[in-house]
């Protein structure tokens, strides 16, 4: 199958667009529909075949499953909600292991400065016991579209 660039580009687009409605959903009602993460997941398939990257497919998809395996504890410890982990672990299906470092540091700037805004009251939060609770949506959704913009068209390594 050959690549299709323009149509790849165009994924991405449609992706981003996801991403900030997801983002906007979780900022408002402290959720993330299931529609919206089966969306980027669907969107990721057809990515991966009209890119050329279908042939590192199966290697994204056991990445963002052992890494959906780690998050499950931090769920299980009340640390993260269910849409949390099903949009991580989407987002891990798009980076897969190679831009999953990018994505990583970007999540964690983008988490530090929601963190910050939420504290200097800029940015709302729930309370939950003893615990302040922020959408992590917003941040997700920042990391994989600056993932995308800073080389995820191009992985490091290309598997067969």
């Known amino acids: 199958m050959h690549p299709h660039p323009q149509a790849s580009l165009w994924i991405l687009v449609i992706t981003a667009v996801t991403l900030f409605w997801v983002a906007l959903t979780d900022l408002r009602e402290f959720r993330i529909p299931n529609e919206l993460v089966l969306a980027l997941v669907g969107l990721y398939l057809l990515y991966a075949l009209v ?4 042939v590192t497919m199966r290697w994204n998809i056991g990445f ?3 890494m959906m395996a780690g998050m499950i504890y931090a769920y299980w410890q009340q640390q993260m909600g269910g849409g949390d982990l ?3 672990a989407a987002a891990f299906l798009w980076t897969g292991p190679w831009n999953a470092l990018l994505f990583a540091i970007l999540l964690l700037v983008f988490v530090g400065v929601h963190y910050a805004a939420v ?3 800029w940015a709302a ?3 939950s016991g003893t615990r302040l609770r922020i959408p992590l949506a917003p941040a997700v959704a920042g990391a994989l579209i600056g993932t995308f913009a800073l ?3 191009m992985p490091a390594f290309q598997g067969a």
């Open 64 to 66: 963002a499953l052992l």
């Open 119 to 121: 504290r200097l009251g």
């Open 86 to 88: 099903k949009l991580l």
């Open 125 to 127: 939060a729930q309370q």
């Open 51 to 54: 890119s050329g990257q279908w």
């Open 151 to 153: 080389g995820f068209a």
